[in-house]
């Protein structure tokens, strides 16, 4: 028999992420600029080096885990572009204070409702995307498995790369977000 684990309340508060001090960011992902792309994303835990593009975000609870979850909160028409996780698992989504349209397919093409506590769980490779086609914005918990690799890439629809692109985002050789120099 396994021996119980024992962890001071201290030990235990290190491994909380209490949503009202969380600090999240709209820029975690390369369509952040781009229509529909809009979402502020708060990492709560991440499996092995993340998923997220910005290398200045850092999971609120910095234990290792085995899948990566986070808060996203959708403004009216935000969401994501079209992408997947490469050999990251299964991915979930989970609505909770309101509907959220999720597509899928090679284009987008193909969509559903998700309606409060629904859960969806895209399978990998799988091009899917979200958006919040209400009125007011909608926080969901979204939750990837860490897979064989552990997270941390993902994979953009081509044109989601070319639009992002002409806005002077693109990802650099190690897949973190970088920016076009301004002219001074």
Sequence with gaps: MQQATSVSKEQLEQRIARYRELSGTTTAFVDSRLPGGQKQNFKLVAAGKGIFENPD????IAAAHNINMSWVLI???G????HDHPGSGAELFIPVDGPLTIYWGE???QET?????DCVSIPEG???GFRNDSDRAVLMLAIVDGGASGGGSVRWHPSVLERAAKTGVYLDADGKLAQEASPQ
């Design 57 to 60: 975000m850092r999971p609120a």
């Design 75 to 77: 403004p009216p028409g």
């Design 79 to 82: 969401g994501s572009n079209l």
């Design 107 to 109: 284009t987008g093409e």
């Design 113 to 117: 409702l998700l309606q409060q506590f």
């Design 126 to 128: 799988l091009m899917r």
